[in-house]
């Protein structure tokens, strides 16, 4: 069932609480060294405020705190840059619960009231209903735009929900609209790109995508499972050997099913994992010893011929070791490729989404999630218990 987002609140006079994914990396002095989590909310925060929302209290996680209170998880910094970034005063509250937080919502002359660190609570995680409750007490409606804590049932992402309206920010509505809907009833030709390290992260997405997709493109270290599993030479490249047997079962599935698992047909090979070896290219067997990096030129080739015709593309996975310059090309050519197509191109995955970004590649995507975890369970087709505790429409 469709779930309630903030633009089917009624916000006029209400106070709001949201939850927000303001866990942003911070240097030795506290200071944020990449504040994109604040920048991806504050069309959110906008939103809320322009519908005339009476004020706005906002919570997040920072850090592993693990229930207690330390200092260096403080959301405090935050506070300071979300001012700069919406425009906006924003009264910080050293605490997110109790009599003087609700005080000190109330007395607040700022539309933006952020609380302190959930997590100095280990109730937060631990879905506390009385916690939960108190968070709650805080406003009249709940709005979740934290998809990266969404696969996560916490007091804030999936409790509060008890006692209030909840509702999806515009983060997290577009999150539902890419990583749920086009993925679930995709237009077709629906082609998934599948890399990154390992065969045994990436089965529940493969499980979950096959009967839905027309082919799969296997790059990265978990192809060389699949070669191995066809009888190829592989060199000393990736191997999971516990899984070759569940590669030769996903091959056999996909035939079965008249689906076609695109493999590499070249490789970037070194002696050692080094950012200044040697590289060499070679042909579907790699030669003893050798170890393969990224997809070779005839590979790129073969993978934008399979996905020239597509209209729903999802991407998982770098086909390379992308964060080594000299073995990145597989996944640049890749990203740039897709990026020039007309179909709907979503990216899945923490190491993808920051190979896109390492390519400049973010405004050539549809959608790029904010959720590395969550994406994953997304995409494996499991309902995540953020989402689920939304209110229905
Ligand atoms: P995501 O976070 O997008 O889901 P993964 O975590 O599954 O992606 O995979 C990312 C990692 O896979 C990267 O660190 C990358 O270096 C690694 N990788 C890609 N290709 C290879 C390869 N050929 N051999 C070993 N590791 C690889
Ligand atoms: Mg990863």
């Known amino acids: 069932?469709?779930?309630?987002?903030?633009?089917?609140?009624?916000?006029?006079?209400?106070?709001?609480?949201?939850?927000?994914?303001?866990?942003?990396?911070?240097?030795?002095?506290?200071?944020?060294?990449?504040?994109?989590?604040?920048?991806?909310?504050?069309?959110?925060?906008?939103?809320?405020?322009?519908?005339?929302?009476?004020?706005?209290?906002?919570?997040?996680?920072?850090?592993?705190?693990?229930?207690?209170?330390?200092?260096?998880?403080?959301?405090?910094?935050?506070?300071?840059?979300?001012?700069e970034l919406a425009g906006t005063k924003v009264a910080f509250l050293n605490d997110c619960i109790g009599e003087e937080v609700k005080k000190g919502v109330a007395a607040a002359s700022e539309k933006i009231v952020l609380l302190e660190n959930l997590r100095y609570y280990a109730q937060e995680e631990g879905n506390d209903p009385e916690f939960a409750r108190q968070l709650a007490?805080?406003?009249?409606?709940?709005?979740?735009?934290?998809?990266?804590?969404?696969?996560?049932?916490?007091?804030?992402?999936?409790?509060?929900?008890?006692?209030?309206?909840?509702?999806?920010?515009?983060?997290?509505?577009k999150e539902i609209k890419y990583l749920g809907d086009a993925v679930a009833d995709p237009a077709k030709p629906f082609m998934v790109i599948l890399g990154g390290s390992k065969v045994s992260d990436k089965i529940g997405v493969i499980d979950n995508l096959l009967p839905k997709c027309d082919a799969i493109i296997v790059g990265g270290g978990m192809a060389y499972t699949f070669l191995?599993?066809?009888?190829?030479?592989?060199?000393?490249?990736?191997?999971?050997?516990?899984?070759?047997?569940?590669?030769?079962?996903?091959?056999?599935?996909?035939?079965?099913?008249?689906?076609?698992?695109?493999?590499?047909?070249d490789h970037v090979i070194v002696d050692t994992v080094d950012a200044n070896a040697r590289t060499e290219i070679c042909g579907q067997d790699i030669p003893d010893g050798k170890i393969a990096v990224d997809i070779g030129p005839k590979t790129v080739e073969l993978f934008n011929q399979k996905l020239s015709a597509a209209r729903t593309i999802v991407w998982n996975g770098p086909v390379g070791i992308f964060e080594m310059d000299a073995f990145s090309k597989g996944t640049k050519a890749l990203g740039e490729f897709i990026g020039s197509l007309k179909a709907v191109t979503i990216i899945g995955g923490g190491d993808t989404a920051a190979a896109v970004a390492k390519f400049k590649l973010q405004g050539k995507m549809t959608h790029i999630s904010t959720g590395g975890g969550a994406s994953l369970e997304f995409l494996e087709g499991k309902t995540l218990p953020g989402i689920a505790a939304l209110s229905d429409k």
């Open 228 to 265: 191995k599993a066809q009888g190829k030479s592989i060199g000393n490249s990736k191997l999971e050997k516990d899984k070759i047997d569940l590669a030769k079962s996903i091959l056999d599935k996909a035939a079965a099913q008249k689906k076609e698992i695109v493999l590499p047909v």
């Open 1 to 83: 069932m469709a779930k309630m987002t903030v633009r089917d609140l009624d916000l006029k006079g209400k106070t709001v609480l949201m939850r927000a994914d303001f866990n942003v990396p911070l240097d030795a002095n506290l200071a944020i060294t990449d504040d994109t989590r604040i920048r991806e909310t504050v069309p959110t925060i906008k939103f809320i405020l322009e519908k005339g929302a009476k004020k706005l209290v906002l919570m997040s996680h920072l850090g592993r705190p693990d229930g207690k209170r330390v200092d260096k998880y403080s959301l405090k910094p935050v506070a300071q840059r979300l001012e």
């Open 137 to 173: 007490g805080l406003a009249e409606v709940f709005v979740n735009d934290a998809f990266g804590t969404a696969h996560r049932a916490h007091a804030s992402t999936a409790g509060v929900n008890k006692y209030l309206k909840s509702a999806a920010g515009l983060l997290l509505e």
